[in-house]
């Protein structure tokens, strides 16, 4: 094999290796710091009204028990110690740690 054909695939090589290397990275990297997903509203998500989702558990209406807040909930996937993360009854929003929804169900 000549230098001439080498040299291209070298490149190629070493740029393929590089970009491996960078979603080996990227994927290695807490979700967070590269996908902040918007915040849940009530006001604007009408599954979210209707399931009397709020930021603050502590303005959540009945049947919501005290010490009940996302962060507790089985279908909540944020990190511990996070102030927001995604849930999995709201694809493509985070919900507040804090907050709370009537679809709330205690981690075991
Ligand atoms: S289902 Fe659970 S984590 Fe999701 S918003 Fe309701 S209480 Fe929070």
């Not at 967070?32 to 009204?49: D, G, I, Q």
């Not at 005290?66 to 009854?89: D, L, N, R, T």
């Amino acid at each position: 094999m000549s230098e001439e054909t080498a040299s291209p695939r070298r490149r190629f090589l070493k740029l393929a290796g590089g970009a491996a290397a960078a979603m080996v990275l990227l994927g290695s990297l807490p979700r967070r710091v590269w996908a902040a997903l918007p915040h849940l509203s009530a006001s604007t998500n009408a599954t979210a009204k209707a399931l009397h989702y709020v930021d603050d558990n502590t303005k959540a209406v009945a049947p919501h028990k005290p010490g009940e807040e996302c962060s507790k909930c089985v279908h909540f996937q944020g990190k511990a110690g996070e102030a927001w993360g995604p849930c999995a009854i709201f694809p493509g929003f985070d919900v507040n740690a804090k907050g709370w929804c009537s679809g709330y169900q205690a981690k075991s």
